[in-house]
C-alpha cells in the first residue's frame, strides 16, 4: 500500500474519448490515477501510457462494472496499492438506441446495469473508504442532459442516468459534510453517427451557442468542482444551453 500525501483519484470509463481527456486532466492536476476500462484495452493501455508521463505510479484494471463482482476486485486492487481516496468519477456508461416497442430484456439489463446499478455500487464502495478520513473527499458522477428530456429511442439509456441524478442528491446529502457529491451532465460533446439519432448539424441547430460540447468544457467544470468547497448535490448541465429549448 502506497501511503504518499499525493491526492488519488479512482475513475471509472477512462479508454473513451471523453473519459481519457479527463483522466489525464486530473493527473495534471496533481492526482494519481487508478482507472477501469471495459473492453477497450488498447485504447485503455494509450491513455495510461499518456498519464504515467505526468503521474508515474497511476494504474489501471479491467472492470465490467454491471457485475458488482468486478467492481469490489478493482476497489480490492486499489486498496492494495493506495490507503486514502480523494476523488472518484463514475463515468462508465454505454448508449445506444432502443426503440420503446421493440426494447428487449437484454437490452434493459445491459444499459441499466452499466449506468446506474453499476454507479451505484461504486459509489458505495468508494465512499467505505472516504467516510473514514478525515479531509473533504469529492465524488463526480457523469450523467447526461438526457435525463431532463424526452428521447423516445433511448428509454432505457435515459431512465438510468435520470437515476444516477437522483443518486448524486442522495449520496451529497447522506455524506454530507465530508464528501462532496455533485454531477456534470453533458450535452453533445461528440458525434457517433452510428449511435445519434441527428446528424451533427442538426444537433447544433438545437443549441443555443451553435456549437457542439469540447472535451475541454467537461475538464473545466471538473477543475471548478475540485477547487469548491461549499457545493454538493448538485447537476451542472454543460450543455451550450441545449436544455433551454
Known sequence: MKSSGKKVCFMTG??????????????????????????SEEKAAETLEKIRWISPESQMVRCDVSKVSDIGSAFAAFRKQFNRLDLLIASASNFYSTPLPEVTEKEWDDLVD?????????????????????????????????????????????????????LTKIFAKTFAPGILVNSIAPGTVTINPAKEMDSEEQMIKKIPLQRLGDPLDIIKTITFLLESDYITGQIIAVDGGRLLQ
Open 14 to 39: 477512462a479508454s473513451g474519448v471523453l473519459g481519457s481527456e479527463i483522466a489525464l486532466s486530473v493527473a495534471g492536476q496533481g492526482y494519481t490515477v487508478f482507472f477501469t476500462y471495459h473492453s
Open 114 to 166: 452499466t449506468n446506474l446499478k453499476g454507479t451505484f455500487f461504486t459509489l458505495q464502495e468508494a465512499v467505505k473508504i472516504m467516510q473514514k478520513q478525515s479531509f473533504i473527499s469529492r465524488i463526480i458522477t457523469m450523467t447526461d442532459i438526457s435525463a431532463n428530456l424526452i428521447w423516445r429511442n433511448f428509454a432505457p439509456y435515459t431512465v438510468a442516468k435520470s437515476g444516477i441524478q437522483h
